[in-house]
């Protein structure tokens, strides 16, 4: 039995730390927002660690993501997006 996992991280910017995390196939991206204002992601900067998806789902609110629109991430929080 073979484990496929992979983490892509991205170089942080103006307080947002994102990365992405493969395992078996399923695809979360972790986006920490570490300042305390609201910060607008634009969907070029993302791009690279969503591969080919158009969408994932926030797992804790279940709202979808649509990849080619800028992402808001609330101040001081985090986001968790499957794809």
């Known amino acids: 039995m073979s484990e496929n996992k992979t983490v892509k991280y991205h170089i942080p910017e103006q307080g947002i730390y994102l990365y992405a995390?493969?395992?078996?196939?399923?695809?979360?991206?972790?986006?920490?927002?570490?300042?305390?204002?609201?910060?607008?992601?634009?969907?070029?900067?993302?791009?690279?660690?969503?591969?080919d998806s158009k969408e994932g789902i926030v797992i804790t609110t279940g709202k979808k993501v649509n990849f080619s629109q800028n992402l808001v991430v609330p101040a001081n929080r985090s986001l968790i997006i499957e794809f």
């Open 21 to 51: 995390r493969t395992n078996d196939g399923k695809t979360e991206m972790i986006v920490l927002n570490s300042t305390d204002k609201e910060q607008v992601l634009p969907s070029q900067h993302y791009n690279a660690l969503t591969q």
